[in-house]
């Protein structure tokens, strides 16, 4: 009677094994659901915001300063190396920008918009 719990033990392990490796897998999907959906979100918050704080260079580098932030945030949890790398490409670009006066956020403006339509296909490429 011994001789047949010793034998299931190994299955056993098999087992949790394969559900443990199983759940790994599930939850690197969720987190690159999550991320696909927390990074465009948060490019197109900051665009919107951008418009609106031409005329405030502080409060525009405060915003960049937050999109790259929250972009650091999502790239850590992605799972998706493309995912990973646009992020934290983007979230360099957008620390990088320097808003001093009124000329420096009109063209920080622009400059987010075009690196935010960038960011969208590599996104909509990891993401697919």
Do not use: H, W
Not at 8 to 33: R, Y
Not at 50 to 61: G, R, S, Y
Not at 84 to 106: P, R, Y
Not at 110 to 122: N, R
């Amino acid at each position: 009677m011994r001789l047949i719990k010793s034998r299931f033990v190994p299955l056993a392990l098999f087992a949790v094994c394969v559900l443990a490796a199983g759940c790994g897998e599930v939850n690197n999907t969720i987190d690159k659901a999550q991320a696909c959906l927390e990074a465009p979100k948060i490019v197109t918050d900051l665009a919107a915001k951008v418009k609106d704080l031409t005329d405030d260079p502080k409060a525009m580098e405060k915003a960049l300063d937050d999109a790259a932030g929250k972009l650091n945030d999502v790239a850590d949890k992605a799972a998706n190396t493309t995912l990973k790398q646009a992020s934290e490409d983007l979230a360099k670009t957008l620390g990088g920008i320097n808003v001093q006066n009124v000329n420096d956020a009109v063209d920080a403006a622009q400059k987010v918009g075009s690196e935010a339509v960038d960011y969208a296909q590599q996104v909509a490429k990891a993401c697919s």
